[in-house]
């Protein structure tokens, strides 16, 4: 199943739910109380679609898909972007890798082409405070297996915004294995990047990701099967 979350993406979300439809994967999309027509736009391209009642975050969205896979017996995840940044067709890819013999429990879709200096720079720190051995840090175009996706639906993990490092963080504490493959990514067709948009901002994720990666890198929680 791909989960998709999206806050005021309707501009881009009904392509995007077209294109994972033509791969054959069901799709949720996983609306974070947007103030367009988000959902609505969602459902008319083929969309099963989940509306949370208040503004959560992007994590909470993606544990609402994750919660809602598991419900109806899938074992894989895959989550996407909604503003066009990644391309279903590399869906594949992500696939052929998680299905190989090495068995990883999560699969990235990585584009270390697409940093900036702002994010090159919170790469390069996140990694010294993690001690994570990966170059796309922040990609949110990963899959996940049905033993990383017991782990992370618990409500133990509810706090793990951002997703992007301390969800890493906590597979890494429990023993999860972790790669990542090269994909193109393009640029955002409209809005602008949550995180990256200003030196203040990248701050501020830096910080909050060091506080609650950290303060987590050490806990232990047995995934419920």
């Known amino acids: 199943m791909v989960v998709i979350p999206a806050r005021d993406e309707a501009a881009d979300v009904g392509e ?25 736009t969602a459902r008319r391209a083929g969309a099963c679609v989940l509306q949370l009642p208040f503004h959560a975050g992007a994590w909470a969205a993606i544990q609402a898909g994750m919660r809602f896979a598991r419900q109806h017996g899938y074992e894989f ?15 594949e890819t992500l696939l052929e890798r998680i299905d190989a013999a090495d068995h990883p429990n999560v699969v990235i879709g990585a584009c270390v082409d697409r940093a900036n200096k702002r994010r090159r720079l919170a790469w390069r720190v996140l990694r010294w405070l993690s001690g994570l051995d990966i170059q796309d840090l922040t990609s949110g175009f990963r899959i996940y297996d049905r033993k990383a996706l017991a782990l992370l639906a618990q409500p133990d993990q509810t706090l793990l915004e951002y997703q992007d490092v301390g969800v890493l963080l906590c597979l890494h504490a429990h023993g999860m294995r972790v790669c990542e493959v090269e994909v193109p990514m393009c640029a955002r067709a409209h809005g602008i990047s949550r995180i990256f948009r200003s030196w203040p901002m990248v701050v501020y994720y830096l910080i909050y990701s060091a506080l609650i990666g950290t303060s987590r890198r050490g806990r232990r929680t047995e995934p419920a099967e």
Request: charged share 20%; proline share 5%; with cysteine.
């Open 16 to 40: 995007i739910v077209r294109q994972v439809t033509a791969t054959g994967l069901p799709v949720v999309v996983v609306d974070d109380h947007s103030a367009d027509c988000t959902a609505e």
């Open 77 to 91: 995840v895959a989550t996407l972007d909604a503003d066009g940044q990644h391309d279903p067709a590399d869906l």
